[in-house]
């Protein structure tokens, strides 16, 4: 009680709440919709076309000279997509199931935003660390969470009551339990490496040790960085697959299948409602990287760049940075993915399943014996 | 008589798909480099950039209604294109030319003429079927308006789209 009645408690739930406001509303859901128009302009690109390159910021409408439409052109083109979507009819078919129908987009949406809650975004701004829920199993919150967002895919195919969301729905489901396995198994050699399933904790491992990926950023190369560097490249490789199958990003992106099933588990959604699934997806898609770059490339971390710890402006200076820095990281990693969706055609889904359980899974299963054995003799 | 196809024999460097799938990456991403370096050239801006000098001269666009060189209507309202039009777009109401006209001999004129053109299917049967060379297909695609009745092209928006066509025809021949 006596904490509770403390002012540091008070502190905490303020900082909280500052992280979690500045983390959704003012990083990742702009983001989000700027991943959307990156992906119709890179999409463009590879395709030998232009994208939306026209709709601007209307300002005469708010009393300017003059309309702005800043450099590249068509950075106005979320914002327009944001209120389309608002002011769209939301229509609900009369043959779908309600309940489940209104929960479905609320349960693609949350889990996904939620699992950003676990993520160090940044390194510190004085005092305050910079992730919202310091959890010492944040690994295991993570996948715990993600996989909740399976049943918002499945009840929005089983509600909708029609054949093709019907078919995505299940399609989802098991590609997802699939990879999931995968997933949490690629994961395991890092996790034995750092020595901890604290997603700060391992950001502080691979600024002490390099990052697992490239870990000659500490400046220094020894011989049992190089033997562990052989699973964590395998593990880096499989577990980006796995995220790419768990965020239903081509090519694995079955459920959704525009060429077979319409537009699968979404098909009979509109307005704000689908564009809930949209976000949902790019969230993850967003929060996959983040896990990503937590895991393999060093969170925040740059070599030279100090961490925020100390008070004062050079504190908020060097957050900042960090966020930044973190958020640079995720924003490649989230061009890896439109590259990828971009290139690839999409697998057959026995080839999906195949590929899941008979290479993945293996894979992953032995190179947990191959970073323990390594970790165990290798000792130079 | 079906044979089979033998099954190619991948190597394990091919099984492996991952050196593929870098290839393919790296095509795309050559797309990429080529568009932003300004070596792709293929794009017209459209509003600005429009293809009409580009077009041939049997592009068919929207069918207009012609006048001749002494601005009079060829069109004799013989309901020909109407009967033949697929999606029954042109409504046609004939009118009797009068008899103490000096033309009396043509017989028919219309009093409306109606395409509508959210009908039409750009098909060029009109064209095809007319005996007196009256209506035609222009080079006019975008066709646009705010409502379903502004879709509909009257007589005097026909006209005003068709414009003068020099040309014999017979009906204003006196002799014939």
Known sequence: ?380 | MAYVVPRPNLTWKEKLYLPSIVAGLAATLKHVRRMLSGQTKVIMQYPEEKWDSMMPEHYRGAPTLVKDHKDRERCVACQLCEFICPPRAITITPEEIPSDSKWAKVEKRPKHFDIDMIRCIYCGMCEEVCPEQAIFLRKDYAITGTTRAEMVHDKQKLYELGGVFDGLVHKWNKLK
């Open chain 1, 1 to 380: 009680m006596d904490f509770l009645s403390s002012s540091d408690f008070w502190f905490l739930v303020g900082t909280s709440l500052a992280k979690t406001i500045f983390l959704i509303f003012l990083v990742v859901l702009p983001m989000v919709s700027y991943t959307v128009y990156a992906e119709r302009r890179v999409s463009a690109l590879i395709q030998d076309r232009l994208g939306p390159n026209r709709t601007g910021f209307p300002l005469t409408l708010l009393g300017f000279k003059k309309d702005f439409s800043p450099f590249l052109g068509g950075l106005g083109q979320p914002v327009a997509d944001a209120v389309k979507f608002l002011l769209k009819e939301d229509f609900v078919p009369g043959h779908v199931n309600k309940p489940y129908f209104w929960l479905a987009p609320c349960l693609a949406m949350i889990p996904s935003i939620v699992t950003l809650a676990a993520i160090p975004f940044g390194s510190a701004i004085g005092d305050v660390k910079l992730v919202i829920a310091d959890l010492n199993i944040g690994i295991l919150y993570i996948f715990a969470i993600s996989s909740v967002g399976v049943y918002g895919i499945v009840l929005a195919g089983w509600s909708s009551n029609s054949k093709y969301s019907f078919l995505g729905g299940i399609r989802s489901s098991s590609q997802m339990i699939s990879y999931e396995l995968g997933l949490g198994l690629s994961a395991v050699p890092v996790l034995m490496i750092a020595g901890s399933t604290s997603l700060s904790k391992l950001t502080d491992y691979q600024i002490a040790n390099g990052w697992l990926l490239l870990p000659f950023t500490d400046g220094r190369l020894t011989l049992s960085e190089v033997l562990l560097w052989i699973p964590v490249f395998i593990a880096f490789v499989t577990f980006t697959i796995c995220m790419f199958a768990e965020t239903n990003r081509l090519p694995f992106d079955l459920p959704e299948s525009e060429t077979e099933l319409v537009a699968g588990y979404h098909t009979e959604y509109s307005s704000m409602k689908f564009a809930l699934f949209f976000l949902g997806e790019y969230t993850a898609m967003i929060a996959g990287s983040s896990l990503i770059v937590v895991l393999f490339l060093g969170g925040w971390h740059l070599p030279f760049v100090p961490s925020g710890s100390m008070g004062g402006i050079a504190g908020w200076f060097w957050g900042i940075v960090s966020i930044t820095i973190f958020f640079a990281k995720v924003a490649a990693l989230l061009f890896l993915f439109i590259w990828v969706r971009w290139t690839l055609p999409r697998f057959r889904y026995d080839q999906l399943m195949k590929l899941g359980w008979v290479y993945i899974f293996e894979i992953a299963l032995v190179n947990i014996f191959l970073a323990a054995g390594i970790l165990a003799f290798a000792k130079f």
